[in-house]
């Protein structure tokens, strides 16, 4: 009977491997875009352009995201296929409806289509259908449910407009795309708080929070969600894209290498699920213009801002969404140690923990990490992430999302 049972478990482990779907960003995946453009809107990108966008290397690109970000672990690549237009014509009030999109490119396109050249589990299913479209959303209050759906064809498909986020912005949103994945995927929360009312969460620093836009407040409007901030650490962690560099006890000379060109991290366990993730964000790919450099210092989803000004939760009380470019604080240069306020420590006394003597050079930093008396040791564990299913999500919930 247990012999029988082990059988029955055995062959179903097989049988969910073999058709188990890739998985969220994991490994080496395989994407096919294709461009539809509705009869009265023009499409206004080339192919080339959304080629760049998807697939570039150095271009700031999906792809170039996701291998920055994973340190090397997550790959993308895949085609982009020329605008083909369809009779239909586009009505930026009621363009929500991602069946009709689908179906619609689907129908013009499935023929000149191998699913197999875009199946890297070998499911019968295309790993990453992207649908971009002309025509915009009247709207500039966008959430998941204009972007994610369902197909029968692939295990994962997203819908694109080509011309920003609703009215918002000139380019592709990427950076809305990966936040949005985020939460569907990942189960992660918004980090921008109640940023209509001058708290603005972790800020440009995290693509859970405003870094979904951009880096810098500065940013040019029409490259709104075009080049995004990276994910902060401790989603990254929980992605299962990086393992930290655990420090539990008392150590000097700790070295960490910029993330965008290792993935290095830092994690020091203070509590049963509370670690600091520490990082250097340096001036390159993703991380070039942000307002600072250096190193950033997490405590799970908390920022803390070397300055101890906390600027992010004391913005201006304007009542609506601060669309940049704006006069608001989304991160400054001294939120980064040693930043421009030189600031080379930071000390929990709750967590007797201490992080000091924290400096920069060209390719590296280095800080040193002394535990306080009271101080428990911990081992790290990898915090699971909370997959939504993003179909039964009442998206109505979070009024203030992007
Ligand atoms: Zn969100």
Known sequence: MKIIFALILALLAVSISAFADPGHW???????????????????????????????????????????????????????????????????SDSCDLDRIVNEAWQKFSRAINIADYDSDHD?????????HSGRINSDRVGPSCAFTESRFANHTIVF????????????????????????????????ND??????????????????????????????FRYPSHFEPYSKVQIGWVTPHVVSQTTQHVSIRAVEASGDIVAIPVGSNTSYYLEYRS??????????HGLLIWKNYELIQADGRNDLDHGHNLG?????????????????????????????RDAHV???NIAQFADHMEFDVRMLDGFKARRWKRPHPAPMDFQGIDFSIRPLDF
């Not at 620093?205 to 836009?213: C, K, Q, V």
């Not at 980064?336 to 420590?345: A, I, Q, R």
């Open 26 to 92: 994991q490994g080496k995946q395989r994407a096919v875009v294709l461009l539809l453009e509705w009869k009265n809107q023009p499409a206004k990108h080339s192919v080339a352009e959304v080629n760049e966008v998807f697939f570039g290397e150095g271009k700031s690109s999906v792809r170039d995201f996701l291998r920055e970000n994973s340190a090397g672990t997550a790959d993308l690549t895949g085609d982009v296929r020329n605008w083909l237009r369809t009779e239909q014509t586009w009505n930026g």
């Open 124 to 132: 019968g299913k295309i790993d990453n259908l992207f649908i971009v």
């Open 161 to 192: 407009q080509s011309e920003g986020l609703g009215s918002i912005g000139q380019q592709i949103p990427i950076g809305f795309y990966l936040h949005e994945a985020g939460h569907a995927y990942f189960g992660f929360p918004d980090l921008y």
């Open 195 to 224: 940023h209509y009312h001058g708290h603005y969460g972790i800020g440009m620093w995290g693509m859970m929070g405003l870094g979904a836009w951009g880096t810098d407040n500065r940013m040019r409007r029409e490259d709104m």
């Open 283 to 292: 001036a390159q790919g993703f991380s070039r213009d942000h307002r600072g």
């Open 320 to 348: 609506h969404r601060p669309v940049p470019p704006n006069d608001e604080n989304f991160g400054d240069d001294s939120d980064p140690f040693p930043g421009s306020g030189n600031v080379t420590f930071h000390e929990d």
């Open 354 to 356: 201490r992080i000091e």
